[in-house]
């Protein structure tokens, strides 16, 4: 089982809709998780980290973890076409915090 | 400030040659990390660093690699002698605090291996 697991896509979604973005991960007692957006031919850069149960709101992105479940989602409300691109789901390990370990990301496509 | 620095922004050698890819990290961030990108495989880390010290090179592929941060502002990832299944995408990032903290991530080496 690999420890942080998505669904590679590519997800298909229309401009305006609300696109949905799941992970799970294998270390039962992660602690920091996070959301990474890579446009093609670029580099990864964080849009959203969570630490805690719940949902953490940030402008159109809300990120949502569920410890219980070892399951940690994105949404993305009034899709655009710029969000176009592939999200890394990311967690640190509890045998070494500085750490992280990043899915293989899901390719989010936004049709006008 | 402007960001983490990687050079060369491509590269591409023979099989047998040596490779050296460059990074320069933030100012005043104490946490290193050199990824590796493939389709196969998506984004693996292979070694990390803290106040210049190797702290886990458990994702270093093999003895080919080796990878140095002689100062705060600089570290080599070096494969030598270098083969076709090198190639990928290497990224270099940096962090203030590690893990539970924002990593930036420079703008990557294209190798290709021939």
């Known amino acids: 089982q690999k420890e942080v697991e998505q669904n590679s896509g590519p997800l298909s979604v229309p401009e305006g809709a609300i696109a949905s973005l799941n992970c799970t991960y294998s270390?039962?007692?992660?602690?920091?998780f996070f959301w990474y957006r890579q446009y093609s031919g670029k580099s990864p850069e964080l849009i959203m980290s969570i630490y805690s149960n719940g949902d953490k709101e940030d402008g159109r992105f809300t990120a949502q973890l569920n410890k219980a479940s070892q399951y940690v989602s994105l949404l993305i409300r009034d899709s655009q076409p710029s969000d176009s691109a592939t999200y890394l789901c990311a967690v640190t390990t509890y045998s070494s915090a500085s750490k992280i370990i990043f899915g293989s990301g899901t390719r989010l496509s936004i049709r006008p | 400030d402007a960001g983490v620095i990687q050079s060369p922004r491509h590269e591409v050698t023979e099989m047998g040659q040596e490779v050296t890819l460059r990074c320069k990290p933030i100012s005043g961030h104490d946490y290193l990390f050199w990824y590796r990108q493939t389709m196969m495989r998506g984004l693996e880390l292979l070694i990390y660093?803290?106040?210049?010290?190797?702290?886990?090179d458990s994702g270093m592929p093999e003895d080919r690699f080796s990878a140095k941060m002689p100062n705060a502002s600089f570290s080599t990832l070096k494969i030598q002698p270098s083969e076709p299944r090198d190639s990928a995408v290497y990224f270099c990032?940096?962090?203030?605090?590690?893990?539970?903290?924002?990593?930036?991530f420079g703008p990557g080496t294209r190798l290709t291996v021939t």
């Open positions: 990032a940096s962090s203030f605090l590690a893990g539970a903290h924002e990593q930036y």
């Open positions: 660093f803290n106040n210049n010290v190797p702290i886990d």
């Open positions: 270390d039962r007692v992660s602690q920091s």
